[in-house]
């Protein structure tokens, strides 16, 4: 079983940048991939980017790319989502997921374990 909770989100006006957290309690296998997904009101949860436990490899959808960094510390347990040059468009509540395999996947229902969320806001 894996806990997963998210912290760091806000309210940033465009341009602005935020680091999000989320921190694992539980065991994370080394063979577990880890997902930020994001969802706007009206609109579907979708992946944002994704990173690989056992190598870091990541993988990013291609509206942040250049923009949001996605990184891992193994002794903390917790994966970050650096935003950078954020716009309007990328508000929304943001989760966490976590999953078992080699590759991210890019459909939500494919995680086991999701996080609460954590809203995060651009003003204009």
């Known amino acids: 079983q894996v806990q997963l909770v998210e912290s760091g989100g806000g309210l940033v006006q465009a341009g602005g940048s935020l680091r999000l957290s989320c921190a694992a309690s539980?065991?994370?296998?080394?063979?577990?991939?880890m997902g930020w997904f994001r969802q706007a009101p009206g609109k579907e949860r979708e992946f944002v980017a994704g990173?690989?436990?056992?190598?870091?490899?990541?993988y990013y959808t291609d509206s942040v790319k250049g923009r949001f960094t996605i990184s891992r510390d193994n002794a903390k347990n917790t994966v970050y989502l650096q935003m950078n040059s954020l716009k309007p468009e990328d508000t929304a509540v943001y989760y966490c997921?976590?999953?078992?395999?080699?590759?991210?996947?890019?459909?939500?229902?494919?995680?086991?374990?999701w996080g609460q969320g954590t809203q995060v806001t651009v003003s204009s």
């Open positions: 997921a976590a999953d078992r395999g080699w590759v991210p996947g890019l459909n939500a229902k494919s995680y086991d374990y």
């Open positions: 990173i690989t436990w056992a190598n870091g490899r990541t």
């Open positions: 539980g065991r994370i296998l080394s063979d577990s991939v």
